[in-house]
């Protein structure tokens, strides 16, 4: 028998303030209900203000009034403003690496989580969106990095199909943001 070889994931790796709540019992079909539907608006708000920005970076600048520019700008700079205002009032949690897909998750915990519990992983995915994203994950693996830290692989438990297509897109623009990255560092 042929061993083939499964197409690669896409995903995307970078550092975001993380929050996580481990749960003792699977989440109900009302909690995941909920959740998608909160993820959905968050989704849809992040995928603006990405598509937006990168937009600006490849845009070319003389195709753009400058009114308008300068319009956008200021919207931009209010927005800021407004965040920073926000996030002054509220902690952000520690920044974590993670590793992300439509369907799994990886992060560095330090909780006390096993192959099979459930998680609620809140990621702060754009400084420009100062509410998280609220991801209900069961546990696939944990691997001791040390000995209060764990490397965990999770799935994702997000259910609708418009959720997870959002996710999919939002991946996308953020794998497309780093690979644009790495090639702007060499």
Not at 65 to 90: A, G, H, M, P, R
Not at 103 to 123: A, Q
Request: charged fraction near 30%.
């Amino acid at each position: 028998m042929t061993d083939i070889n499964p197409p690669p994931v896409l995903a995307f790796e970078d550092r975001f303030p993380v929050s996580e709540k481990k749960f003792e019992f699977p989440f109900s079909d009302d909690q995941i209900s909920d959740l998608n539907q909160s993820a959905a608006d968050i989704l849809s708000a992040i995928i603006s203000l990405e598509q937006m920005s990168y937009e600006h970076a490849e845009s070319d600048k003389k195709s753009v009034s400058t009114d308008i520019q300068k319009l956008e700008q200021k919207i931009d700079f209010i927005t800021e403003l407004l965040v920073k205002v926000i996030q002054s009032q509220n902690i952000l949690p520690l920044k974590k690496d993670i590793k992300m897909s439509a369907k799994h998750v990886e992060w560095v915990s330090e909780l006390s989580l096993r192959k099979g519990d459930y998680c609620l992983l809140s990621i702060f995915l754009s400084p420009k969106y100062p509410t998280p994203l609220d991801i209900p994950v069961k546990i696939l693996s944990s691997h001791s990095k040390d000995s209060n830290d764990a490397m965990i692989e999770a799935q994702v438990l997000l259910s609708d199909e418009t959720v997870i297509d959002d996710l999919t897109r939002m991946v996308f623009l953020y794998h497309r943001r780093e690979i644009a990255r790495k090639r702007t560092q060499s």
